[in-house]
């Protein structure tokens, strides 16, 4: 079983900073695309950015020149650097990876972090 745990959300000023962390911990061989969604209140869950193993990155048009993703493959965790933040980020940030399990499967299971709050709010 592999577990994925966020951190680093919180109530932070519009303008202002936070950095969100996801740890993959577990029996697995590699994982393949790590990610961001979010969802707020009343909205559809949304893709925020996503990284690829090999470093490849995408971000939501509404987040690009904004938030910073990036990963460390050694520690199995992702991170999402998050600045300029505005009122309209609010919302439960979730983590996403692609999980291989062993070395002789082609595929990948799909796991999801319990979720991180971020508010950002005067």
């Known amino acids: 079983q592999v577990q994925l745990v966020e951190s680093g959300g919180g109530l932070v000023q519009p303008g202002g900073s936070l950095r969100l962390s996801c740890s993959a911990s577990g029996r697995f061989f590699s994982i393949n695309t790590m990610g961001w969604y979010r969802q707020a209140p009343g909205k559809q869950r949304e893709l925020v950015a996503t990284i690829t193993n090999s470093h490849r990155t995408n971000y939501a048009d509404s987040v690009k020149g904004r938030f910073t993703i990036s990963r460390d493959n050694a520690k199995n965790t992702v991170y999402l650097q998050m600045n300029s933040l505005k009122p309209e980020d609010t919302a439960v940030y979730f983590c996403?990876?692609?999980?291989?399990?062993?070395?002789?499967?082609?595929?990948?299971?799909?796991?999801w972090g319990q979720g991180t709050q971020v508010t950002v709010s005067s």
């Open positions: 996403n990876a692609g999980v291989r399990p062993r070395l002789s499967d082609l595929y990948a299971d799909d796991y």
